[in-house]
């Protein structure tokens, strides 16, 4: 049986108090030195909402736009085998979202999903996407689903690999990431071995973990404040009826699952495609939650027949 989120939090925290015993003090470490390690080529910054919003615009400009999202705890590094491939006929647009990566910190604090929509939305017009699609992992597939249902008009087409936010009605208004007071402790100490055990626990074949992705994920979530935002997004966030959001979203939808998936399990596709309007799913074998880490070429084939029928590419 996999783990629900409640019992994954309840193991941090218990690991957490302990690495803290420990007196394993770990420091955030700077944005310039982070960039300087772990950027991408071409990465900007914009400020909108008072954040300082991290991203990398890459493919024609005059392509159709792919808006990629990563998962909680990532960062837009987690794309890199993909947007290589992505970027030859669409323009490609992966960021850092509010909490994650060298975006950071929200100076207000606000992890609700109408704030990430309203940032996105912002972040959207600033780079003038009147009309684009989604590709969203995880928390992000819930963030891309959000925004699906709350701009219908301007999303084309929508990829949802493993997305959170559709819990069993039992959970609806309640919170799925429950905080103990000592969870605080990764603020100070998040010792490497405890990122590349979690980590594992994404992956369905531990062989598709490298050590510089353990380094990668523990680094990025040392950035400055992001370890008290990602305790900030957890207690904000409530599970809630999803159905009416779902109903809204107008665009052709891909469910993307690993049938080994021990996060968010592949069973959660059935949910979605109940009450989505339009929608495919495709469950691949022997693939955990990070499709887009564990022999990318798998998930990224599914994506590009789907965005060759419902978003075509340019031709050159």
Do not use: C
């Not at 996407?129 to 709350?150: D, E, P, T």
């Not at 990224?300 to 978003?311: C, E, K, M, P």
């Amino acid at each position: 049986m996999p783990l629900t989120l409640r019992e994954y939090a309840l193991l941090l925290s218990a690991l957490l108090l302990a690495a803290g015993l420990y007196g394993l003090w770990t420091p955030d470490l700077p944005t310039g030195e982070l960039q300087q390690r772990h950027g991408v080529p071409g990465q900007q910054v914009i400020e909108i909402d008072g954040l300082h919003i991290h991203y990398q615009d890459r493919g024609p400009p005059d392509a159709p736009v792919l808006l990629l999202l990563h998962g909680f705890g990532s960062s837009l590094q987690t794309w890199e085998d993909w947007v290589p491939q992505l970027s030859r006929q669409y323009r490609v647009i992966r960021l850092d979202l509010p909490g994650f990566g060298l975006t950071g910190a929200s100076p207000s604090r606000n992890y609700t999903d109408a704030g990430d929509i309203a940032t996105l939305t912002h972040f959207a017009d600033r780079l003038g996407l009147a009309r684009f699609g989604v590709i969203g992992h995880s928390l992000g597939g819930k963030i891309a689903w959000s925004l699906a249902a709350a701009v219908p008009e301007r999303i084309t087409a929508l990829v949802l690999m493993a997305p959170d936010g559709f819990a069993p009605p039992d959970q609806w208004n309640s919170k799925p990431y429950e905080v103990p007071a000592f969870m605080g402790l990764m603020r100070y100490s998040l010792p490497k071995p405890l990122i590349a055990h979690f980590l594992g626990a994404a992956f369905s074949d531990p062989q598709w973990l490298t050590p510089p992705m353990v380094t990668r994920y523990h680094e990025m979530l040392r950035a400055p404040g992001v370890r008290q935002a990602i305790l900030d997004r957890a207690d904000q966030t409530i599970y809630a009826n999803p159905v009416l959001q779902l109903q809204r979203i107008k665009a052709p939808t891909l469910l993307l699952w690993g049938e080994n998936d021990r996060m968010i399990p592949s069973s959660n596709a059935d949910r979605y495609a109940q009450v989505l309007p339009q929608s495919q799913t495709v469950v691949l074998p022997q693939l955990g939650h990070v499709l887009q880490e564990e022999q990318p070429e798998l998930g990224l084939a599914q994506i590009r027949a789907f965005l060759d029928t419902h978003l075509p590419p340019m031709q050159r």
